[in-house]
């Protein structure tokens, strides 16, 4: 597969669903968002982001961890007051995402090992 990531939305949960494939770097993860924010990918009506990573892994160093925060705040417009959840079942890949969550300042971030339990967290 030459894409390294797809968006869809549920409707009925209002949930924006991002699988990623592959190995990730932070250039994937602001290019992929960017790419959704041109194309028009982000319903206005969501109540939540579930990025997935279980088909990928992360390629990126611990400390760049703050370029994803930094990220999600230079883009509060999207991320603010949403629930962003991260799906992954690597133990070596759960430390970013745990890294991030630590930062959180006007979003919420969360690492999980289903999507089930993301999706309960997000609705709640």
Same mark, same amino acid.
């Given at each position: 597969? #030459?894409? $390294?990531?797809? @968006?869809?939305? /549920? ?7 991002? &699988? @990623? *494939?592959?190995?990730? #770097?932070?250039? %994937? ?5 960017? @790419?959704?924010? =041109? ?7 969501? $109540?939540?982001?579930?990025? %997935? *990573?279980?088909?990928?892994?992360? /390629? ?11 990220? *999600? ?8 007051? @949403?629930?962003?959840?991260?799906? #992954? =079942?690597?133990? $070596? %890949? ?9 930062? %959180?300042?006007? *979003?919420?971030? $969360?690492?999980?090992? &289903? ?10």
């Amino acid at each position: 597969m #030459t894409e $390294k990531f797809e @968006y869809s939305f /549920n409707n009925s949960l209002g949930i924006l669903f991002k &699988t @990623y *494939y592959g190995p990730i #770097t932070i250039n %994937d993860i602001e290019s992929s968002w960017e @790419y959704a924010f =041109e194309k028009g990918l982000i319903p206005k009506e969501k $109540k939540g982001f579930i990025l %997935d *990573y279980r088909k990928s892994n992360f /390629n990126i160093k611990i400390k760049e961890h703050n370029s994803i925060v930094n990220f *999600y705040k230079k883009h509060i417009d999207i991320f603010g007051n @949403y629930k962003i959840a991260i799906i #992954t =079942e690597k133990p $070596k %890949d759960i430390v970013i995402p745990m890294l991030v969550e630590y930062q %959180d300042n006007g *979003y919420s971030s $969360k690492p999980f090992s &289903t999507v089930e339990a993301a999706i309960i967290w997000i609705l709640n």
